[in-house]
């Protein structure tokens, strides 16, 4: 009887904790990763059957709305609408062009892709083994509403490098895209998630916009640091549940919640 009533009082408890978190009158934006769209079991694949499903909930219930959109409404200068996504991908594999980029076509929306540019074309040496998108298909998606940035040259962790390493890897990178493209490169995104203030301070010197990081952030609001977007990461085990969950933030709290109880 005991144990009832405090599982019934800890679930009370959360929800209205979650449901207290919720209430702001500020906007705010989430920004998604994803990496592959393909079969490949790998953790950093997801299939083209549950991407077309996470795209179709978020069209239907969200503004899509792009990287130049964030950062405008982070500077102040414009604001979002209440539910609003930002889409982006990671590394730049082949099955993005395949898969996702029809979609978002079709559907005029946009979308960002970060590129590793030392291995488009060829196969990246990293999970999941995936070929990645060559020139003319980063150029014919760079002419309808996608985002090109940098992921730099070879995928490399940042921290390990010296500094003028760092900024080598990072501007190589956006010079090649902007050459094969033939449009400027505003955004970034540190490989691996990892970046330190040293590397920040570079990037924002070196005429981006913005730059993203993050597996497990919270939404963009205004006057977050532009230079250190958070973003949330699309996971293969993601039920669609999870899904949902993620977009709301509320995944910590489902967690949480399942922690206490198997705990009690």
């Avoid at 694949?45 to 991407?51: D, G, M, N, T, Y």
């Avoid at 298909?137 to 500094?163: A, P």
């Avoid at 913005?210 to 963009?220: T, Y």
Wanted: charge should be positive; glycine fraction near 4%.
């Amino acid at each position: 009887m005991y144990l009832t009533i405090r599982l019934t009082l800890t679930v009370f408890v959360y929800i209205v904790l979650y449901l207290i978190s919720k209430l702001t009158l500020q906007p705010e934006a989430t920004i998604l990763v994803y990496h592959s769209v393909s079969d490949n079991k790998s953790p950093y694949s997801i299939s083209p059957e549950r991407f077309k499903r996470q795209f179709k909930y978020l069209f239907d219930n969200y503004s899509i709305i792009s990287l130049d959109e964030i950062v405008s409404f982070v500077k102040g200068e414009k604001n979002v609408p209440k539910k609003s996504v930002c889409i982006t991908f990671d590394d730049g594999f082949e099955s993005v062009y395949k898969v996702a980029y029809p979609l978002f076509k079709e559907n005029k929306c946009p979308f960002t892709v970060f590129l590793t540019t030392g291995f488009c074309g060829g196969i990246l040496p990293l999970p999941p083994y995936e070929k990645l998108l060559n020139w003319e298909q980063v150029k014919e998606m760079s002419e309808n509403n996608v985002t090109i940035g940098v992921h730099t040259v070879n995928h490399l962790d940042l921290t390990n490098l010296d500094i003028k390493e760092v900024e080598k890897e990072i501007l190589e990178s956006k010079k090649e895209i902007e050459r094969k493209t033939g449009k400027k490169v505003k955004y970034l995104a540190y490989p691996f998630d990892r970046w330190n203030w040293n590397i920040v301070n570079l990037v924002s010197k070196l005429d981006f916009e913005g730059a993203v990081n993050g597996v497990k952030g919270h939404p963009i609001k205004l006057g977050a640091n532009r230079f250190i977007l958070r973003r949330v990461n699309v996971e293969s085990s993601d039920s669609f549940l999870m899904f949902k969950l993620k977009l709301t933030r509320a995944d910590y709290w489902f967690e949480s919640l399942k922690n206490e109880i198997k705990r009690l």
